[in-house]
């Protein structure tokens, strides 16, 4: 069986946007709740204020490393609009 | 010389069909794209060199093959066959996505739901064309333009498709360069092209711990089906985000996933033996799969220019190409897009936020398709 009625033998109209909308609702869910996260972490913030813990990131080998890929990619930037300035 | 023939009769030049040297000639253009296009190196050498290797015809006594019981690309296969790779390729990609630019502008999540609009019409399409429930699931999937949950799900629903299905997904997330551009110019003028978006604001540490958690509880309570792959995939991030398991998150998103990438890809490409895969179903699959790639890509672009109706800052809608999950290769592409009409305009932060989103959407919509389809 194939064409139209395969679609409606297996209720494929219903499957694809039952499917579809399940997604949608699980991204937007989450949409949502990244929304708010700031605003439940400022209320956090009062009962559990954040703490620097000796594994924070700032300090390691990888924020240096870190700083030298941004500074790169800073001078590339700058590099290139001067070379685009100096073209026109 | 009885025993010389009996010998020439076993060798590989006296056995091979033609369908096993078409795909050995799959193969090569595969290693050959990778090599010299740089298309998706990683994926497409083991690829095509287990083609190669799987299309060399062995005497019917010897376990060589991945089909023949108890050969060694059996075992290896077998991390493919029971769906066991792509949850440990979705914990090494946790550890080495960075929400960020997600967290800090949440709607542009909703352009990576509007590309799996892809998984479902490819799914309508392999129904019309006669595909069972099962097998259109797993076709449709293709859709998500995501390989490991392609390969995922369709060790679930369609294993005898595995072979096609896995190398339709890999190629055509190989092709992204070349088939979303055109699509891309189709759906948007000029004048939306150069919209500049908003710099993403800093996000904190904290945000960044909580998110992999609470973003699993959503995801996994409403699609089960999806636990495994978006499960390791937010277990990666929070090894990375937690700053105290370095060590784990870095053997995650490097030697391990390597690993399970050489192993993936290989015993794929060694599974596409010729009479397993030159067949009209293959050929069907092909097309569906290029179909839902430019279905997806449209699905984002036209959702993106839907909310600008509504949207104060507008987005650019190409950000919306980004909705299909190939990391980081379609925000690769719509910052080349977005740049080649004005070249300071940097879009890629942006077009990372639905890329990652679209992971996400494609891991639920497989765990749906798989919950409502098992055993039909």
Redesign the interface.
Known sequence: ????E??ME?E??G??????S??????????????L??TL?KH?EKILP?QK?G???AEGK?SEEEDLMVAAAIATAFR??KK?KESR | MDLLISFLETTGFAQMTWGNAVMILVGLVFIYLAITKDYEPLLLVPIGMGAVVGNIPSVESMALGVYDDGSVLQYIYFGVSNGIYPPLIFLGIGAMTDFST??SN??L??L???A??G???T??GA????F??PE?GAIGIIGGADGPTAIFLSAKLAPHLLGAIAIAAYSYMALVPVLQPPVMYLLTSKKERLIRMKPPRQV????KI??PI??FL??AL??PGSLTLVGMLFFGNLLKE???T?RLANSARNAMVDIVTILLGFSVGASTQADNFLTPQSLKIFGLGALSFIVATAGGILFAKFMNLFLKDKINPLVGAAGVSAVPDSARVVQMVGQKED??NFLLMHAMAPNV?GV??SA??AG??WS??VGG
Do not use: D
């Open positions: 069986m194939n064409g139209i395969n679609i297996q494929g109209i499957l694809a946007i039952t499917g579809m399940i997604v949608f609702i699980a991204l937007l869910l989450i949409t949502f709740y990244i929304a996260l700031p972490l956090l954040e813990s594994h924070q990131r990888e290139r609009r685009l | 997600m967290l949440p709607k999540i909703l990576g739901a509007a799996q609009i998984i479902f019409l799914l309508l129904l019309f064309l006669g069972t429930g259109a904190s540490q904290r945000e909580i998110f609470a973003g959503i995801a409403i699609a937690s700053c105290v370095e070249p300071e989103a996400l959407g639920i919509g749906v398709l409502v389809l």
